[in-house]
């Protein structure tokens, strides 16, 4: 099909599912999540695929960790779908009221968008995530995934439809769009076809969507995410919560990417931290006062500071005060998840008004940032942007919101 043909499809299909009241809405995520187990044995035959391709093509081993399903990550997709069910539906969610002098009742609610155009890289439980939380919030989807991934989401799909038609909802209120990279433009300048654009991936895929698109986009940034150590730090507790940002799942966006030390607890963290980041089988990438503690460090570039590793690579720099620490943030941050370890309650505040990100987090690991573990469900992304939505996307982050005026024959003087 076409991509005209299915962005047409797909808006009416959405025109349906904006009156689908939320027991059927619920009723197909359960269906779905039903038949994504029941494909379990399909959906690993066709990741394989994708995988065995992905390494003859030389993909970096933290890309291929995105792209790989096992049994738990297809379960915990299906979970996902079904915490979508046990969910508030958004849909309809008066934000405000009021009644006006000449008694005009006014309601702000919420709306779904439309039509969603997804476009991502190399993970398929997107796939399975994104069109669900459509889905419950009112919206038909256009998921246009990676080539890397092509078998493993035509195969997510398929099931999604089965679960779709088993409760009697359109197939195009979730359609994966496949096609050559001119179908990628076609999406940014659907305008009046599309209502809204999400990009996930690195940073030159959603950079390429948010300067060349016509439609509206949500822009979720890569996650150059820092832990500060300050003076005043629980060092033990620094440990852990270092090691786990660090190492529990590198390759995402809020894994920690940069720590940043203070000169007078450096002495005591520094020579724990190395020897336990190089058991792990973290490089560390360190300035010069930080390779001072272990002949291991790699000497850091300034570039370095830049990078969002999403491997097990990790920058470091010892700074002199809090201050540098966050002039050190403020120049590098990509508006992610900033952490900061101390047990002043006046560090914590100074962090919090002056870090500008989507989260700041004090004493607690950035991997938190995260819809599930936020309560929301599954989540869309992280919006690194200011507008409508920021941090974890959500059912509310997935709507508008119009105007509804009753009235009993008032008109205007």
């Excluded at 405000?96 to 709306?111: F, P």
């Excluded at 969603?116 to 459509?134: K, L």
């Excluded at 030159?204 to 439609?215: D, E, P, R, Y």
């Excluded at 620094?238 to 990417?257: D, F, G, W, Y």
Aim: proline share 3%.
């Amino acid at each position: 099909m076409e991509f005209r043909d299915q962005a047409l499809a797909a808006r009416e299909a959405a025109q349906v599912l904006a009156e689908t009241p939320t027991g059927l809405k619920n009723a197909a995520l359960h269906a779905m999540a039903n038949a994504l187990l029941e494909s379990t044995d399909h959906l690993l035959a066709s990741n394989a695929e994708d995988v065995r391709t992905a390494e003859a093509n030389g993909t970096s081993g933290s890309l291929i960790d995105r792209l790989r399903l096992t049994e738990d990550r297809i379960a915990g997709m299906a979970d996902g779908l079904r915490q979508l069910a046990d969910l508030a539906d958004p849909v309809g969610d008066v934000v405000r009221g009021w009644t006006t002098d000449n008694g005009l009742r006014i309601r702000q609610v919420r709306v779904p968008f439309g039509v969603i155009g997804i476009i991502y890289e190399a993970r398929p439980n997107v796939t399975a995530d994104a069109g669900g939380i459509c889905l419950k919030s009112g919206n038909a989807s256009l998921l246009r995934g990676s080539s890397s991934t092509i078998r493993s989401n035509v195969a997510v799909v398929e099931a999604l439809h089965r679960g779709l038609r088993s409760v009697g909802l359109p197939e195009n209120a979730i359609q994966l769009v496949t096609g050559p990279r001119e179908v990628t433009d076609d999406m940014m300048t659907a305008r009046g076809l599309v209502d809204l654009l999400i990009p996930r991936g690195g940073a030159g895929l959603i950079n390429h969507v948010v300067q060349n698109s016509t439609v509206p986009v949500i822009e979720t940034g890569t996650g150059n995410c820092h832990l500060y150590v300050d003076a005043d730090a629980d060092l033990d507790m620094a440990h852990r919560i270092m090691l786990n940002a660090k190492t529990q799942r590198p390759s995402v966006c809020n894994a920690l990417e940069t720590v940043l030390v203070h000169k007078d607890v450096a002495e005591r963290f520094l020579p724990r931290a190395l020897w336990e980041l190089g058991e792990a089988g973290v490089t560390v990438h360190g300035d010069t006062r930080t390779a001072g503690y272990s002949a291991a460090v790699v000497p850091a570039q300034e570039a370095d500071f830049e990078e969002e590793w999403l491997s097990l690579d990790l920058s470091v720099r010892v700074v002199d005060s809090i201050e540098v620490a966050i002039s050190h943030i403020r120049t590098f941050t990509s508006g992610h998840s900033e952490t900061i370890i101390t047990d002043s309650r006046r560090a914590s505040d100074r962090f919090v008004a002056a870090i500008d990100a989507a989260a700041v987090l004090v004493n607690a690991s950035s991997r938190f940032v995260d819809g599930g573990e936020f309560g929301f469900g599954a989540e869309i992304g992280i919006s690194t942007q200011k507008l409508h939505a920021r941090g974890p996307m959500a059912l509310p982050e997935m709507t508008s919101t119009k105007y509804v005026v009753e009235g009993n024959g008032q008109v205007r003087g």
